[in-house]
T-cell receptor, first 116, second 110 residues
Framework: DTGVSQNPRHKITKRGQNVTFRCDPISEHNRLYWYRQTLGQGPEFLTYFQNEAQLEKSRLLSDRFSAERPKGSFSTLEIQRTEQGDSAMYLC??????????????FGSGTRLTVV | RKEVEQDPGPFNVPEGATVAFNCTYSNSASQSFFWYRQDCRKEPKLLMSVYSSGNEDGRFTAQLNRASQYISLLIRDSKLSDSATYLCVVNTGGADGLTFGKGTHLIIQP
């Protein structure tokens, strides 16, 4: 499978627990994005990596959220002390280094988080 | 004002009909434009890019009006399988990537 892979697909956690999600982008893509999508909304930008460098973070990304891409390949998104408002689909996307703003992204299947 | 605005619908359309969606964007510096399709509880998938001259892909036609800052998608001879949410997407070229509308929900009825 050469697409964007995310795991787990689903995560149910109790409020206050920490969770970590993983994204494996398409291998030749150096750009990696995290988005969050809630019901009835379009995906909202969270953060962006070019290779291992985190170049942009949304104001949606509170101090409880941290993302890493240590070797410029896979990325992790951690949420500490989860709250019910964190319940959402977390989507990872990657794009080609040859693509400028005119290129779309390839999304993974997402991780659906439910905080109870 | 939202950066990308769409009518959420739902649009209930009989099979075989033609349906059109519009979307408006607020950032005049936007550089590229797309329509994504999203099925229920699935990830968004690129349907087509939108070019200034307008472009067509089979039954789908996309148009861009930079002066009025709106984008349209036309679906001809609609199929049951076209039922989905259609997301209007804009890229300003900045590091924050793509900006999505909330999507327009389309239901094709037999």
């Amino acid at each position: 499978d050469t697409g964007v892979s995310q795991n787990p697909r689903h995560k149910i956690t109790k409020r206050g627990q920490n969770v970590t999600f993983r994204c494996d982008p398409i291998s030749e893509h150096n750009r990696l994005y995290w988005y969050r999508q809630t019901l009835g909304q379009g995906p909202e930008f969270l953060t962006y990596f070019q290779n291992e460098a985190q170049l942009e973070k949304s104001r949606l990304l509170s101090d409880r959220f941290s993302a890493e891409r240590p070797k410029g390949s896979f990325s992790t998104l951690e949420i500490q002390r989860t709250e019910q408002g964190d319940s959402a689909m977390y989507l990872c996307a990657s794009s080609s280094p040859r693509g400028g703003p005119g290129y779309g992204y390839t999304f993974g299947s997402g991780t659906r988080l439910t905080v109870v | 004002r939202k950066e990308v605005e769409q009518d959420p619908g739902p649009f209930n359309v009989p099979e075989g009909a033609t349906v059109a969606f519009n979307c408006t964007y607020s950032n005049s510096a936007s550089q590229s434009f797309f329509w994504y399709r999203q099925d229920c509880r699935k990830e968004p998938k690129l349907l087509m890019s939108v070019y200034s001259s307008g472009n067509e892909d089979g039954r789908f036609t996309a148009q861009l009006n930079r002066a009025s800052q709106y984008i349209s998608l036309l679906i001809r001879d609609s199929k049951l399988s076209d039922s989905a949410t259609y997301l209007c997407v804009v890229n300003t070229g900045g590091a924050d990537g793509l900006t999505f509308g909330k999507g327009t929900h389309l239901i094709i009825q037999p």
